[in-house]
């Protein structure tokens, strides 16, 4: 679930990209990437899924930062969630996760890129992360613009990330019920964050989300 999750919201969040680029990130590309990940990982690496009904609806995962032109030691690398389950407490929900993760492991300041064209990167300004460098990444010779940022202070983003999730939770809205997409039928809304196996923490999310948004 996770390799379709990836693969999927790739081609229906990116769709600004190339095809070649969106054929090139495959299911198949994705599961083996994955498999190679779960035989290969680091222990500052953590892989957490969100779940609704006992299935896999999305995923973030982040790690030690490996990249030197931009200056933080670890990494929010990944957060997908399919489109029905998008929204709300989802987005800073995720981030908490990651980022008390990487707190634990001694790895801040963390660092996040975001494709020039993807507009969830304004949130991410809003958030306080601060755009620190911008450049091309290239896959399959397609040279994409994409912008890294930093969290200067992980306390306040923590903050902000808490309010937003209070706010949300709180909200009548909350409770209404949106049409489920067609990839997983009628399910409920997703429940919690469970983190990767070698690890036993789990982040609870606060309670039911609407589809609005991206991540």
Known sequence: MISLIHAY????TYAFMPEAVLRSRSREFREQQWLNWFDSHEESDALFVI???QK???FCF???NRDPEI???GELHAAYVLPDYRGRETGPVMMLTMVDFLAEQGLTPPVLWAFRDNPIRFWYAQMGWRSQIKR???IEGRRLPEVGYVCDDCDRLRQRL???VTRYSSEAALTQIPQHSQMLGRQKFPNQIAVSPGNNRKATEMNQQTPQGLL
């Open 62 to 64: 982040c790690c030690r």
């Open 9 to 12: 919201c790739w081609r229906e």
């Open 71 to 73: 200056d933080g030691r």
């Open 56 to 58: 896999v609806v999305g």
């Open 162 to 164: 808490q309010r937003l």
């Open 51 to 53: 779940e609704a009904d």
């Open 136 to 138: 091309d990444r290239v």
